[in-house]
Each structure stands twice: as C-alpha cells, then as structure tokens.
C-alpha cells in the first residue's frame, strides 16, 4: 500500500498534469489515505477539476475539498447574468433537455430543478453548469423520473460491466430496488470502483446509486 507521503506525491502530480488549473495555488495534504485540498482558484469549474484529478490517484480513499473561489474583477457576474449564462449553457448542450429544467441564483450560488428521464441527463446538467463563470457554487437538484421496467436494471448493468476493460463483473453484486442500485464486493483499484459505480448510473431508469465496493489493495481491504 501506498505511504500518506506516497499519495500527497502522486496527488501534485496528477494536479500539475491538469492544463486547465494552476497547481502550485492547490496545497495538498494527506493523512490515511484521506486527502485535502486547500488554496485558491478562479472558477468552480478548477475547484471540481482539482477533486477528480485527487480522486485519480490509487490510494485515496476520499477527498476533502476545501478549496475557495477567488472571482478576480473580470469573472465578476449579476446574478442575472449567471442566470442566462446557465439558460444557454442549457440550451447548448444537445444531452440536456433544457424544458425540463428551471434554474435559480442568489448571490451567485446556481440551483437547477425539474425532472429528467436518463441519469446521464442529469450529470450533463451538473457539468454544464460548472462551466459557467462568476459562480460560487452548484446545487443540482434535478431528480430523475423513469419510464423504464425496474427489472431490466440489474441486466444492463451487467452487460455494461461485461463490456468493461476495467471492471472484473464476477467479484461485483448487483442489487435493485426499483430504482435503487447497490453495489457490493471487491475491487481492484479505485478507479474500478468509480467505473462501476459509473456503469450502474448509466443505466436506463436508475434514480440512485450506492456503491459497497471495497477496494483491495496487495491482499489489503481499505
């Protein structure tokens, strides 16, 4: 297993790896595996690509992320202009089906509600809102709504792990609900784990997700 000092290595790393965000504003820390990130950035977008870029690394087994926003005098937006900001960003992006949903701001905190079918459609809410500048931070409370029989579920999540390169389908338990997903078992990696967990997401009709899975490092369970 890797060393505290071991992963806060990799962690910089990966962040100075990342073009779109300045790393040595990043401070990292690390203690059992649990890592945290401190500084300052310009956009919530670097703040959420500082988090993933952590969550990368083998051997971290959660992220704290206390990283702020320092919105410089060129990001500054009205709370109206980040509302049509986020009305277009919307607009643009063909896997969001922008009638569906409404948004809100105050103080330049963005929120989106309504209803969607796929929970892609709703990840592609949340991430196209962390592209917008000027804000402080994202609530995504869009809720998905399927229209789709609960017990094909679990087989297309089967079949999506079947397809993967990185996910070992016979070490990983499969549990539905209705539209509750639980995962349960041994992975190999994190990034496993996420791919997993990922996969069930991708699913037609799943509404929730809750991963189980236990990463097992060198014979070690974490």
């Not at 820390?29 to 945290?36: D, L, Q």
């Not at 063909?94 to 459609?121: F, H, S």
């Amino acid at each position: 297993m890797k060393t505290d000092e071991e992963i806060q290595k990799h962690v910089m790393e990966e962040l100075k790896w990342q073009p779109s965000i300045r790393s040595t504003e990043i401070g990292v820390a690390v203690k059992n595996g649990v890592v945290t990130l401190t500084g300052l950035v310009d956009t919530y977008l670097e703040k959420k690509i500082a988090e993933k870029a952590a969550f990368k690394v083998e051997g971290v087994k959660a992220v704290a992320e206390d990283i702020e926003i320092n919105i410089g005098f060129n990001h500054k937006k009205t709370d109206s202009e980040i509302a049509q900001a986020a009305l277009d960003a919307l607009k643009w992006n063909v896997m969001v089906p922008e009638d569906k949903i409404k948004v809100r701001v105050e103080n330049g905190w963005l929120t989106t509600e309504g209803m969607v079918e796929w929970a892609y459609e709703q990840h592609a809410v949340r991430d196209a809102m962390a592209t917008i500048t000027g804000i402080k931070g994202v609530s995504n409370l869009v809720k998905i709504s399927p229209k789709v029989n609960p017990e094909d579920v679990k087989k297309k999540i089967l079949a999506a792990f079947e397809r993967s390169a990185t996910i070992d389908a016979n070490n990983i338990h499969i549990e539905n609900i209705g539209s509750k997903v639980t995962l349960t078992g041994i992975v190999r990696s994190y990034v496993e784990r996420r791919d997993a967990e990922s996969a069930a997401w991708n699913a037609p009709g799943v509404t929730m997700v809750e991963n189980n899975l236990n990463v097992e490092l060198t014979g070690l369970q974490v």
